[in-house]
Nanobody, 129 residues
Framework: QVQPVESGGGSVQVGGSLKLTCVVS????????MGWFRRRPGKGREGVAV???????DYAVSVKGRFTISQDSAKSALYLQMDSLKPDDTARYYC???????????????????????WGQGAQVTVSS
């Protein structure tokens, strides 16, 4: 059974960095779109970053230039390096995998439409000023 498991969340001050890790056991990475989403307090889910089967990446405007998504297929791991964190980045971050038969460039990845088959439980990130 495929189950993404996130780790690496925590509390950090403005301008600090955190790296989230998502281990997706039982899943053949590199075959479909994978990504990170978040839910900020009082707001709906939103896309943060995705990486396609060809390694191409895309980011939400709000995090572009500050966040970096990457993967290590040998470790079945998806990463999100978050730098220059702001209080507005405070959220629960979720890992999502497998959008087959679609890749990241179909529909709206930001809205997870078409959707992803597998979701993690999330990791809390809190940025304080």
């Amino acid at each position: 059974q495929v189950q993404p498991v996130e780790s690496g969340g925590g509390s950090v001050q403005v301008g600090g960095s955190l790296k989230l890790t998502c281990v997706v056991s039982g899943y053949n990475m590199g075959t479909s779109c994978m990504g990170w989403f978040r839910r900020r307090p009082g707001k709906g889910r939103e896309g943060v970053a995705v990486i396609g089967s060809d390694g191409d990446t895309d980011y939400a405007v709000s995090v572009k230039g500050r966040f970096t998504i990457s993967q290590d297929s040998a470790k079945s791991a998806l990463y999100l390096q978050m730098d220059s964190l702001k209080p507005d980045d405070t959220a629960r971050y979720y890992c999502a995998a497998d959008r087959s038969p679609y890749d990241c460039n179909a529909g709206s990845w930001y809205d997870a439409s078409p959707g992803f088959k597998y979701w993690g439980q999330g990791a809390q990130v809190t940025v304080s000023s």
